[in-house]
C-alpha cells in the first residue's frame, strides 16, 4: 500500500471501469452468448432483449366462465325486464365456437376460450339465469365485460424482458408464455478462488483426517465467495488453498490468473508474511489500486492482467473479504455478464448514534425495518471483521461517509441492499 488509500467510490468506478473493458473483448470474442433451454436458464442472464413474437393474449378470451354475447344486446336488460338470449353453441378453451353470434345469441363460454366472433361480452355464470335453450340476463354489460382483449398485456414486437434482466421465475413463466423453448443469456465469467495462511485447514481436510493444530483455524472465506460469486451469475472453476510461502503461492496464483476473475483472499496486507501484492506484481499483474478509505476492506489489491482479466485481492478476515465481493467482485460480474452493477441504494435512518474514525468509509452491518414512513437500520452488533455474524443478520450495508466522525440517531444514510447478493431477485 504505497498510496495514500483511495475513496471507496473511485475504486468501484476502477474496477467498473476495468469490468467495462474486459466485458467488450468477451463480446468480440465468440460464445460469449449462449442459449440454454428455458428449464435451465434459472439465475441466468439474458444476453439480449426478448420480443413478443405475438401479442399476449394471443386472441380475445374470455376472463370467466359464462356466456358470450352481444352487449348491445342486453342494453336494456333490468331485473323487471331480463333479455333472454338462445344459445347456439359452446366455447370451451382450445375448443373456439366455428359459427358466427348472431343478434339474441349467446354461447357458453369457459375462462380462456376464445371469444366466439360476433360478441364482444361476456356474462358471468353466476349472474345469468339459464332457463333450458336461453340464457336471461337481467343487467346491461359494457362491451369488453370480462373479456381479455388480444394484445393487451403485450403487443407484437414489444420489449418484455430488457438484456441484462436476471431470469428469475416470473421471467421464465413470461419467455414460456411466448413461446421460447430456449433463451440467449450471457455466458458466465469464470471465477477462481485462492485463500492463502499457514492458519488455514478446509472443512474437507478434516473431514478426512487431518486435524485442526494449534493456531489453526478453518478456511471459510471461498464457501462463502463460491456461492455468492454463484448466486451473481458467475462458475466458479476454481478453489485452492497456498501457504504463506512465496515459491507456492506464486505456483497457485498462476493457476488462479487462468480465470477471468481471480480472487485470492488473505495475504494482501503489508504483514511481514503478506506475499499476495508482490508475487502478483512479479507475475505481470498491473495494480490498479492497493488500499480503499474503507472499514471493512483497506488492504483491498485490484489489479488488471495483460489479458484485460480481473484480479482481486481481498482481505483475510471474513467479514472484509464477504463485504469486498458484494462491493467490488460482485459489480465486476454483474457487469461482466451486461447486468446493472449495483442494486440500488435505500435511504434509512439510522436507528442509533454511530460513532466511527474519519477518514474511512463505513461499511456498518445492518437490519432494516420499516417503521411507519421510514426504513430504520439498525447495526447488527459489534462490528468486528473478525465477526461473521455481524453478516449474519445484516440485510444491507449502510455506506457512512468517510469524513464522518459521528452520525446522530435518525440520521438519514444510504444503504446498499445486500439481498440481490443472497439470491433475491433484483
Ligand atoms: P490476512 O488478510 O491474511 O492478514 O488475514 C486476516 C485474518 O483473516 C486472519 O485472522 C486470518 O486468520 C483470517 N483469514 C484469512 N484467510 C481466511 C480464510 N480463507 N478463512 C477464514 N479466515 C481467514
Ligand atoms: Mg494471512
Known sequence: MSKAPIPLEDARAQ???????????????????????????????????????????????????????????????????????????????????????????AVVISTGAMLPVGADAVARLEEARREGRHVLIDRPLRAGSDVRAAGEEVAPGEVVLAAGRRLSPVELALAAALGYARVPVARPPRVALLATGDELLTPAAEASGATLGAGQIFESNTYGLAALAQLAGASVVGRSHARDEREQLAEALE??????????????????????????????????????????????????????????GLPGNPVSALVGFVLF??????????????PERLQARLAEGYRKQ???????????????????????????????????????????????????????????????????RW
Open 255 to 312: 493457476r488462479t490468473l487462468a480465470a477471468d476473475v481471480a480472487v485470492i483472499c488473505g495475504g494482501v496486507s503489508v504483514g511481514p508474511h503478506d506475499h499476495v501484492s508482490e508475487t502478483l506484481a512479479a507475475l505481470g499483474v498491473e495494480r490498479r489500486f492497493h488500499g480503499v478509505a474503507l472499514q471493512p476492506g483497506k488492504p483491498t489489491w485490484f489489479g488488471v492482467q495483460r489479458s484485460r482479466r480481473l484480479v482481486f
Open 15 to 105: 474496477v467498473l471501469a476495468a469490468a467495462g473493458e474486459l466485458a467488450r473483448a468477451r463480446l468480440a470474442e465468440d460464445g460469449a452468448i449462449e442459449t440454454a433451454a428455458i428449464e435451465q436458464a434459472l439465475g441466468r442472464t439474458l444476453a439480449q432483449e426478448l420480443r413478443a413474437p405475438h401479442p399476449l393474449p394471443p386472441f380475445d378470451a374470455s376472463a370467466m366462465d359464462g356466456y358470450a354475447l352481444r352487449a348491445a344486446d342486453v342494453a336494456e336488460a333490468g331485473p323487471q325486464s331480463p333479455v333472454a338470449l338462445s344459445l347456439c353453441g359452446e366455447a370451451r378453451a382450445g375448443h373456439p365456437f366455428s359459427g358466427t353470434l348472431q343478434s339474441g345469441q
Open 358 to 424: 474519519p477518514g474511512r468509509t463505513l461499511a456498518l452491518r445492518c437490519t432494516l425495518r420499516q417503521e411507519a414512513e421510514r426504513l430504520v437500520a439498525a447495526p447488527t452488533g459489534a462490528q468486528g471483521s473478525h465477526l461473521l455474524s455481524s453478516l449474519r443478520d445484516a440485510q444491507g450495508l449502510a455506506i457512512l461517509p468517510a469524513e464522518r466522525g459521528e452520525l446522530a440517531a435518525g440520521e438519514l444514510v444510504a444503504v446498499e441492499p445486500l439481498a440481490p447478493w443472497l439470491g433475491w
Open 329 to 342: 467482485v460482485g459489480p465486476a460480474l454483474r457487469s461482466l455478464l451486461g447486468a446493472d452493477p449495483v
